[in-house]
């Protein structure tokens, strides 16, 4: 019983220490570990301010193609992977598919993801309000447009000059009419005798364009025919002479702004039942846009006989603009007269380097005169500090 009396009493104790204790605990201020649930990330459209990009592996680099299906770009978006991936950058590839309300929706997506620099291959070209949209989004984010003008022709440096977050990597629009007229030019004063299949004293030629309202396919349709005239006439040569007196325009159109292949073939297949050597009145000469076109025009030719390769076969001389691999094979083949090169490796490497910039904390407007620094196929544009040219050359076969 003793022994039963005293184990109770240890127990009381016991007891009596334990409640001090907590009693003691709660009031030192202390209280237990919270139990939370996580809250689910915020949705928003909206980019971050003052997000904090200098640092080349805290880039989340967006990259906007207005179409992987153009064979430019696409040797643009290869090279861009290649450079972005060797600099370590985190980045994505997005196809706009020739639809700018499908490409906004893109950059709404990526900001909400915390992509925090945009790579932006407009598809709606030349247009300020695109543009402008464009930099709403990204709500102070770094932009870096690309290949494709953002502003129409003269509103140069009206989106340019007033955003100090933004640049522009591309090309001269006029310069790859002027060389590709040139060009164009020189090849007639050589061969004017060869190419007048009809021997009327003048070249019967076609124009196929790119895109209506593209401020390079403008250029291009321009400046092709005009700086070759200008050499034609400088040599007492009659000037060329469009195949259609029913075309005013002087042009036929990639109604979809892709600038196909299947576009010119249509085209061509069509021109050919009615202009063709048979009624006396071939077309002569064939002005494209760019090189998928010359590929299409080059394809309706060969079903028709000619551009074949074949040296006992006619040829009708067939210019283009972009030098992809495709048209230095037909040039090779002597299919096709000569291109002008858009360097796709070096607009890549231009947007690389100003995206790596961009990333260390420099501005866009001296990232833009480093790259400028940095090669002779760089410059900056007059009067716009954060505009990038990229020189385009003539092409005829290496």
């Known amino acids: 019983m003793k022994n039963f009396r005293r184990v109770l009493a240890l127990v009381l104790v016991a007891l009596m220490v334990f409640s001090l204790a907590a009693c003691g605990s709660k009031d030192s201020g202390s209280t237990p570990a919270e139990t939370t649930t996580a809250k689910p990330a915020e949705t928003t459209t909206k980019a971050p301010e003052n997000t904090d990009t200098n640092d080349a592996a805290a ?5 906007f193609y207005y179409a992987f299906s153009d064979t430019y770009i696409s040797t643009v978006r290869t090279a861009l992977d290649a450079e972005l991936t060797a600099k370590g950058i985190e980045f994505k590839n997005f196809d706009g598919n020739n639809n700018q309300t499908t ?20 598809v709606t070209s030349g247009s300020s309000d695109v543009a402008n949209e464009i930099i709403s989004k990204a709500n102070g984010l770094p932009v870096i447009f690309f290949n494709r003008a953002i502003e129409g022709e003269g509103d140069e440096g009206t989106v340019l000059n007033a955003n100090a977050n933004i640049s522009f990597v591309g090309t001269d629009a006029p310069e790859a009419g002027h060389l590709q007229g040139q060009m164009i030019g020189n090849y007639l004063v050589e061969n004017f005798d060869t190419v007048d299949l009809n021997g009327d004293g003048k070249i019967s030629y076609a124009m196929f364009k790119g895109d209506e309202a593209n401020v390079e396919a403008i250029a291009r349709t321009q400046y092709g025919v005009e700086d070759a005239n200008l050499v034609l006439t400088a040599n007492n040569l009659p000037e060329l002479e469009y195949f259609d007196a029913n075309n005013s325009a002087k042009y036929q159109v990639d109604l979809q702004g892709t600038w196909s292949a299947q576009a010119a073939l249509d085209y061509m297949n069509t021109n050919l039942s009615q202009y063709n050597v048979a009624n006396n009145n071939m077309i002569e000469l064939i002005i494209c846009n760019n090189d998928n076109m010359a590929e299409g025009s080059i394809s309706a030719l060969e079903a028709a006989g000619f551009n074949t ?11 283009g603009v972009d030098a992809t691999d495709a048209a230095k094979d037909l040039i090779k083949a002597g299919k ?5 090169k858009q360097d796709a490796e070096g607009m890549a490497a231009a947007v690389a380097a100003v995206v790596e910039a961009v990333g260390a904390g420099t501005s866009q407007t001296d990232a833009i005169s480093a790259v400028a620094a940095s090669a002779d196929m760089f410059s900056v544009a ?3 500090a954060n505009k990038l040219f990229v020189a385009y050359a003539a092409y005829t076969g290496e």
């Open 59 to 63: 880039l989340k680099v967006a990259v």
């Open 103 to 122: 490409q906004n929706e893109q950059i709404d997506t990526a900001l909400t993801d915390g992509y925090n620099v945009l790579v932006v291959n407009m």
């Open 309 to 319: 390769g074949d040296a006992s076969a006619t040829t009708i001389p067939v210019f």
């Open 336 to 340: 096709m007269t000569g291109t002008v």
């Open 382 to 384: 007059d009067g716009i």
